[in-house]
């Protein structure tokens, strides 16, 4: 799969949607992570409600959540959608939330202090109609969303990672509107009010990539795999 959504709860992790080679899809599996590093056997759960590719996947408060991307060939989507995570790796019935003020797609995602981010990205995945829009909702207790706010703008930047850690947001890599490849690192405070601070730029990635995998793990920064013009890498910073 290319373009699928991967976010770990409860001790499963989640796989969501994604490109096949033919089109995009609506499958959603989960399998257990185990004590020794390995998984248990994938199950299929709910699938989405939609066929979903380059959107943006997290899981928090108990429930896994769905935003923007779009279908193969179709426009962007504004769309958010949640399912309940259960005890034994299974979701509920997706339901559907507060869509975002605007389409996006190839937007990332990150999830702090009770509130649900979603960074840049474009509105059609063309790098030259990439946006800098920041928005946040706060997560309730039942799955759904508050309001989205508008936040700080990034710089235009389409196709990048983040992570949170420690109160603060960090986005790094993805695709300017000019086509190219960046290693640029962002990272940004996150207020009790679910906004932002000012936006500070940190020392760059090793090498230019977009599209990767970013986490924040005992007080370090990583970066996996992604890439920087045709085909993926597998370096990990």
Do not use: C, E
């Not at 959504?5 to 899809?25: C, E, W």
């Not at 995570?85 to 009770?114: C, E, F, H, M």
């Amino acid at each position: 799969r290319s373009g699928l959504g991967v976010a770990s709860y409860n001790g499963y992790v989640f796989a969501v949607g994604g490109y096949d080679g033919a089109a995009a899809t609506s499958t959603v599996y989960s399998a257990q992570l185990k004590t020794d590093g390995t998984i248990g056997p994938w199950a299929t759960l709910n699938t989405l409600p939609a066929l979903h590719q380059w959107g943006a996947v997290q899981a928090a408060s108990g429930y896994l959540f769905v935003a923007a991307g779009g279908a193969t060939g179709a426009a962007a989507v504004s769309t958010i959608y949640s399912a309940q995570i259960k005890a034994d790796g299974t979701i509920g019935t997706w339901q559907t939330l507060t869509a975002l003020p605007a389409v996006r797609y190839q937007a990332t995602s990150t999830v702090s202090n009770g509130y649900l981010f979603i960074i840049a990205g474009s509105t059609d995945g063309a790098s030259a109609n990439g946006v800098s829009t920041v928005y946040s909702a706060q997560i309730k207790t039942d799955g759904t969303i508050g309001a989205w706010q508008t936040l700080n703008t990034l710089v235009v930047i389409n196709a990048p990672s983040a992570a949170s850690y420690n109160g603060y947001i960090f986005v790094a890599g993805g695709i300017d509107a000019g086509s190219n490849v960046k290693a640029a690192v962002y990272s940004a405070v996150v207020k009790s009010d679910g906004t932002i601070g000012a936006w500070n730029t940190l020392t760059s990635m090793p090498a230019v990539r977009y599209i990767g995998s970013m986490l924040a793990a005992n007080g370090y920064l990583y970066f996996i795999g992604g890439g920087a013009g045709a085909g993926g890498l597998t370096n990990m910073y």
